[in-house]
Every structure is written in C-alpha cells, then in structure tokens.
C-alpha cells in the first residue's frame, strides 16, 4: 500500500500542471482573439475608406451635374429676360407713336371743339334775332308766347285726362254696377224678410172711459205708483178709451203696457197689486228679451254668444227706426251680409256677426253718452268678440276707417235692408226737410241755377249757367255737392247728382 503523503504530494503535482496548462492554453486563445479583432478592425477600416472614396466621388459627380444645370437655367433665364426687355422697349415706342397720335386728335378736338362754340354763338344771334322778329310780328314777348302756349298745353292735357277719366270711370263704374248689381240681387234671392214698418206700441185701449179713475185712483195714488214702479209716464187726457205710455226706453214702455194690461184683466188695482204686477211683467219681458235675442243669433246661424250679447241683443226686439224693427233689420242684415261676404271672398261668420250686432248700441245710448255704433264697438270688445266685427260695428256709419274688408259689406248690407220699399216708414215733414235740405246744397255752389230734388230725394238734378261752369267745372261740381251731401245729411241708399250744363247757339235769318 503507497504512502498516502506521496499520493497527496503526486495530486498537488498533477493539479499544478493542470492549472499551469489551462493558464498558457487561455492566454494562447485570448491572443488569438486579439488578432482576429484586430484583423476584422483593420478590414472594416479598409472598407470604410473605400466607401468614403466612393462617396467623394459620386458627390464630385453631383456638384458637376448642378452647376451644369444651374448654368443651363442662368443662360435661359438671361434668354428670356432678353427677350422681355426687347418686347417692353417695342411697347414703349408703340406709346410713344399712340401718344403723339392722341395729342394730335386732342389739338383737332380743341380745334373742332372751338368751331362748334363759334357755330353755337352763331345759332344763338340767329335765335334771338329770330325770336326779336316774332315778337314784333306776334305783338307779345317769349315769356307771354310761353305762359300762353303753356295755358293751352295745360288745357289740352286737362281734357283730355278728364275724358281719360271719364272713360275709365264709366268703363269701372259699367263693370262695378254690373258685378254690385249681380252680387246684391243674388244677396235678395236668398234672404227673405218681412219690411212692414211697424211701431212700438205706445197707447194702451180701456174698455170704458171708468177705467181711466181707476187706473188714477184716490188722489193719483195708483198713477203715480204705476209710474214710479215702471219709469213711464202714463197720459190720461180726453182721448176717449185710451192711455198714452211715455218713455224713452221702449223695455220699460213694454213693461208698463204689459203691467197695466195685466191690471186691467184682474180688475183689482192697487199700489200693493201694482208693484207685484210690475214685477211679473218685468220677469216676463226679461224672458222675452233672452228668448228673442236667442232666436235673432239661431236665424242668422250665429252661436256661441256670449249671454250678456244675446241678452242686449234681444232688447232691440223693442227698439224701431224710421218704424223698422231694429231686431228684424238687425238679422236681416246679418243674412245679406253673409251672402255677400260669400261672393266676395270674405269672412263670412265675421261679416254676418258684425251685421247681426251693428246696432246692438242702440240698446244702451239712452243710458251712455255717445254715438250708437261707438257704443255697440265697445260692448262687444268688452266681451271678447274679433278685430273684424269690432270695426264692423263700430264703422257702419263711416265714423272711423276700415280695417278689414267685412266692414264696408256690414254697411252695404245695412243700406240695403233700410232703403227697401216699405222697409222704413217716414213722416212727411222729415220727407220735405230732406229735398229741402238737398236743394239748398246745391243751390248754394257757385255757378247754380237752380236745383231739383227728384225721385223721393234719391237723385238732385243741378242746371248751371254755361257762361261760368265748363265741362271741367261740372264734374268738378258734381264730386263738390257729393262730398258736401255726405258730410251734411243721413240718408239711407245713395244720393244720385246730376249737372245739367246747356249751351245754345241761335242765330236769325234774314
């Protein structure tokens, strides 16, 4: 068996070797390593240099081909700019040639110009020395032959526009006649009404002359408490078998009649029995003025009133004009203003609405200050009803303008219904004042003969002296007395003027 201190001794041995080998082995691979880096350094060295030749050259290459190109666009600009400057010295010698011709033209312009001036101040003298001999020929200067032709154009052109218009406003009046006259008769075929004239009754029949110290009673007791139950004054005199009932409000004049009538019936007249049957009669009238009013706005297909509407509305059951019941006119109206509204593209429901309340102030102007149609405008504003029928209302009479095309139908409607035949009664006095009063408008123009009032006052017929009224001056005449009977009188329909001018020539044989 070996020692084992030389076994230990052989391994450090064999380990030092090891090591030693292993050392020179790393430093023999790490100097090889060095040279290759070295190597592969010095190549790429060698490449990079190559390249950068390379480059040198292809940039050399460049720079020669630009400026070759640079110099090819110096020498065509140059070219051009040549070629520019050749072009503007030509135009600036076409200038120069224009400018001599035009400061040649202006001296001949200048030239010509003078001669013109000199043949103006020739033409001049020429015209005075004309218009010199015509005034000695003529006897008159320029300004009077100017004011005299002047006076005769003026005259000329005023006749012959007043027979322009005379044309125009017989060809519009044919065409307006025609079409008026075709609406308004399809209006009467369709709206029927009664025109009786009637009146309010105002004289309550006894059935003896003892009735009437009844109706007195002790000491005027009974009189004085009907009147003051009612507001009427009641007139007992020598008319036999009749009470005369006094009262501006026809409603109470009604209640009144309607009271006494009652009183009259029960035979028990008393102050206690009075003021009870006033008070009957008051709540039948009362009805009798809603139900009226109700039936007035179902005729004329009007609904939805409001009721104090329909109520005052109803009061003019009682109401009349000229004898014409306000109520019937009132619809009737209201019909022909539907109808004609139809025709002519209007509102239809706010012209017959504006023709059924068109009086409906005269229900209230007793106890209001003021013109019917005002009045009646502002109740129904107060009650909400539409712009249209308020100035249809309110411009029945022309007081104020129109607003909307409804208004003048209302009117016209209305002067139809009023100037029917037997629609209105009239007394004579009011019958003469009116043909009087017609007369005395015409007669007091300038120029006027005299003056007839013909056809129940629908037509003034004026003779004019012909040495102070020409043609021109009658129709100017005639629109005068038109607008001076419109702003003057009330009359129902329309007023017809008529100028009569006469010229006679006479002359004798001999």
């Not at 005259?155 to 075709?182: S, T």
């Not at 507001?231 to 004049?253: K, M, N, Q, W, Y």
Request: aromatic letters at 2%; a negative charge; proline letters at 3%.
């Amino acid at each position: 068996m070996d020692n084992p201190v030389v076994v230990a001794v052989a391994l450090a041995a064999v380990a030092l070797i090891g090591l030693l080998v292993g050392f020179l082995a790393r430093g023999l691979w790490a100097s090889q390593a060095v040279k290759a880096a070295q190597e592969k350094a010095a190549r790429i060295v060698a490449e990079a240099r190559a390249q950068q030749k390379e480059l040198i050259l292809e940039a050399k290459d460049e720079k020669l081909r630009l400026q070759r190109e640079v110099e090819v666009e110096a020498r065509a600009r140059r070219t051009e700019l040549t070629e520019l400057e050749r072009r503007l010295l030509a135009r600036d010698e076409q200038l120069d040639q224009r400018s001599d011709m035009l400061e040649q033209r202006d001296r001949k312009l200048l030239d010509k110009e003078r001669e013109l001036e000199r043949s103006r101040e020739e033409v001049a003298r020429a015209r005075d020395q004309q218009v010199a001999a015509l005034e000695r020929v003529a006897g008159m200067s320029e300004a009077d032959a100017r004011a005299a032709l002047t006076e005769a154009i003026r005259e000329d052109a005023e006749l012959d526009g007043l027979r322009l218009a005379r044309q125009i406003e017989r060809r519009a009046r044919e065409e307006a006649d025609d079409r008026a006259r075709e609406i308004v008769t399809v209006a009467l075929q369709r709206v029927s009404a009664d025109h009786t004239a009637e009146h309010t009754v105002s004289a309550v029949h006894l059935p003896n002359e003892e009735m009437k110290g009844r109706i007195i009673g002790r000491e005027g007791r009974n009189i004085r408490a009907l009147e003051q139950a009612t507001g009427v004054d009641l007139i007992i005199d020598d008319t036999p078998e009749t009470v005369i009932l006094s009262a501006f409000d026809p409603v109470r004049r009604e209640v009144a009649r309607i009271a006494l009538t009652k009183l009259m019936a029960d035979g028990r007249i008393h102050p206690g029995r009075i003021e009870e049957v006033v008070a009957k009669a008051r709540s039948e009238v009362d009805v009798a003025i809603r139900q009226a009013g109700e039936q007035a706005a179902y005729d004329a297909g009007i609904p939805g009133l409001p009721p104090e509407v329909v109520k005052l509305l109803g009061r003019l059951r009682y109401r009349t004009s000229f004898g014409q019941n306000v109520l019937v006119h009132a619809v009737e109206t209201s019909r022909l203003a539907a109808v004609i509204a139809a025709e002519l593209g209007a509102d239809v429901l706010a012209a017959k609405t504006g023709g059924l309340l068109h009086d409906i102030g005269k229900a209230i102007d007793h106890e209001q200050e003021g013109p019917h149609a005002a009045l009646g405008a502002q109740f129904v504003q107060r009650h909400g009803l539409s712009p249209k029928v308020v100035n249809a209302v309110a411009a029945h009479h022309q007081e104020v303008e129109y607003t909307c095309p409804e208004a003048p139908i209302v009117l016209v409607a209305d002067a139809i219904s009023a100037s029917r035949p037997g629609a209105r009664g009239e007394s004579a006095e009011m019958y003469l004042k009116r043909l009087e009063d017609l007369q005395a408008i015409a007669g007091g123009f300038a120029g006027v003969e005299r003056s007839f009032a013909v056809q129940a006052g629908r037509e003034v017929r004026i003779l004019v002296r012909p040495e102070e009224i020409d043609d021109v001056a009658a129709t100017r005449l005639a629109r005068d007395i038109v607008r001076k009977i419109e702003e003057s009188l009330t009359y129902p329909g329309q007023i017809k003027v008529t100028v009569i001018r006469e010229t006679r020539a006479v002359e004798y044989a001999k």
